[in-house]
């Protein structure tokens, strides 16, 4: 595992979080383990696809893009979104 740190904005929490992924993850790998520490918690569950973009941005990452893939730096800000 490579570990890479990332600043994570969850849609509709108040909180932003230093969470761990993987280089090798996947956009909605990546998804996953922010709604981990999100949803139940402060965020109320919700059916939809989660998706990942840069803060800020609204062009979203593919979803089986890797975070090495992605150009993202180490701690840089996304937000996880549910897809419209």
């Known amino acids: 595992m490579s570990a890479f740190p ?7 929490d108040f909180l932003v979080q230093l969470v761990v ?4 993850d996947s956009m909605d790998q990546v ?4 709604a981990y520490h999100c949803v139940n918690r402060r965020v109320a569950p919700r ?8 803060h800020r941005s609204t062009e979203l990452f593919p979803r089986e893009m890797t ?5 993202l730096k ?5 937000d ?5």
Do not use: C, Q, W, Y
């Open 31 to 34: 998804a996953e383990k922010v």
């Open 74 to 78: 180490p701690t840089e800000v996304i």
């Open 21 to 24: 992924v993987d280089l090798n």
């Open 67 to 71: 975070i090495a893939e992605s150009g």
């Open 6 to 12: 990332v600043h994570a904005a969850f849609e509709r």
């Open 80 to 84: 996880v979104v549910f897809e419209e």
């Open 47 to 54: 059916e939809g696809v989660m998706r990942v973009r840069k």
